[in-house]
């Protein structure tokens, strides 16, 4: 074939061609006038959503399809767009144009503005279009075909905004929001078939959701097999983008991290509560502040269809790491199960505690009195434990602390608190009923070989350095009630104590005895054993104990109030040395046991910080009796003038007389 043929042939296919491109696009313009979309897409569009639909220029290209410009759909009430569109591109198929037909094959909406709208009665602006409305059954009429097929197989939306007005609001609080950078696209559309979407968004908050995978059965009941992802890189964003009520709660948390929510979903779309099938949190340096500190979480929580599980998941305070392990499961049904485990190596308290005590509050804010808690109805059935290799508190050291609880039926029970204490050990049960208004507990608390200075040195700092010895402890206390009034006016139980090889000293007690007494050798009491019980009942403590010690020997017996007054009888004893000291004269004799041991019966009023001391003159009468009879009757039974005095006035008297008070 020479060049000439060629070039005929190569001219001929190109006029061909052209002539071809030529009648098409005469076709086209015949059979997609603007005319004939805006009458044959309009109707559709407005009959479907029952709103009143405008639409701007239309221009036709062969090789780009239909493209519809400034496409606005009216809200059903008021001037405000529904949707709004710049631009809407419907892509047609090419062979159907031979037939005479125009077969629209895609729809790409070009920066879309959806505007949803919440009523004050909680409707929504497109409320009515979820009415299925029914329609009298009518005969089938023939009907012609449109020149334009709108069996669209795929939908494309680029940079979309939908905008929520919420004139209802949180809290009684309006707000609006929007969602912005929308891109969605759903291909192979059949209203009975599988086809994919995809869908992305930056919502408010600074935070990105993605989601993609497939829907099924559009036409008869709707599937999904998707996977969804939202990523918040700066929680420090997420207040301002929330709505006022719930973001100015956010923000008093000041939040900082970020986290990342990845879920797979499966199911019909009529059940949302199962489509669920599983998923993962993950915390990323997540800070918040609540309750005058700033925990940092970090790690994994592994979701299930209806259970929950974390996977190195820490919780640091104060530069202190706990481990935590939790599990949950039955999550979309009642009573949800949960595990927890918390461990660590060492905890120090005191970081967390606040720096200062709080003022004391004032008369009108005593006044106030605060509400009790509860009842609780917890739809809960949980359990966990607790282990530390230390625990510091003020200035204890707790070794190897355990705790074991659970919670049921709205009552919590602490199976076992155990650990070592100042050279001794601790252990301790309790029950807390959650289900009553202020909280009904009870407790069981155990001591052993504890040192009572340490103790008291970290539970009553003003009282540090006055006991010494080894503690033992045991206690059985019920209560009701979480204010401070309601405690003390609640709290009963009784217990046991002793303290073995120790001494009693410094501010209180036995400085003001020894004062009283002018028996220096008092002040620092040492014992072999100090012993007691008590009973607490009506903010009154019920008390008596007994102390065998090398200088002084007693036994007490009275009441101690919740207001730290004291109502006790004191029946002292002295060693010879000391009673020496204090009993004046040769009557000393009488006020001695046959190993010359001082007795001296008192009475003990005042507070627990400041005491008052004064003979108990019935008890000292009865000690009188016998020996002393004889000799006060002849020194000090009658008066000037030959008369007898009261027993009472001579037994106060008579009392002073010896001891000098």
Known sequence: MNRQKLIKIAGLSTGIVVALLVGLTILVKVLISPELVKKTVLPKISAAINRQVSLGDVSVSIFSGIRLHDLVVQDREGSEPFVKADAIRLEYRFWPLLRKRVEISQIRLESPLVRVVRNGDASFNFSDLLVTKQRPTQPAEPKAKDPIDLSVSEVVISDGRLIFDDRKGLGGKPYLTEITAIQFAAQQISLEGEFPISLQAALPGGMQFDLSGTVARVGSGPTVALGAKLIAKDLTKLAAGLPPSLGEKIEKLALAGGLELNLKLAGAAKQ??????????????????????????????????????????TLTLKEQKLAIGLKAANLLATPIRLSMAISGDTLDLNKLLPAKAAAPASAATKSAA????????????ANGTVSLNSLLFRTLSISKPSLSWR????VLTVDSLKGGLAGGSFSDTARVNLGVKGFSYSTQLTVQGVQADQLVAALAPKASGTTFGTLAFKTDLQGNGAQPDAIKRNLNGNGTFAITDGKLTGEGFMPQLASYLKADALRILRFSRYEGDFAIRNSIVTLNTSLDGSDAKFKTSGTAGFDKSINMGLDLRLSPAITGQVVRGSAGRFLTDSQGWGILPLKVGGTVGSPRFTLDSVQAGEHLKGKLQEELSNRLLKDKQGQPRPEKQLLEQGLKGLFGR
């Open 370 to 381: 605060k509400p009790e808690p509860g009842p609780l109805k917890l739809p809960l059935i």
């Open 407 to 410: 919670l049921a039926d709205n």
């Open 272 to 313: 949302p509560k199962e489509l669920l099938q599983g998923g993962e949190l993950t915390l990323n340096t997540v800070q918040l502040t609540a309750g005058g500190q700033r925990p940092t979480l970090a790690g994994q929580l592994l979701l299930g269809k209806d259970s929950l599980e974390s996977t190195g998941l």
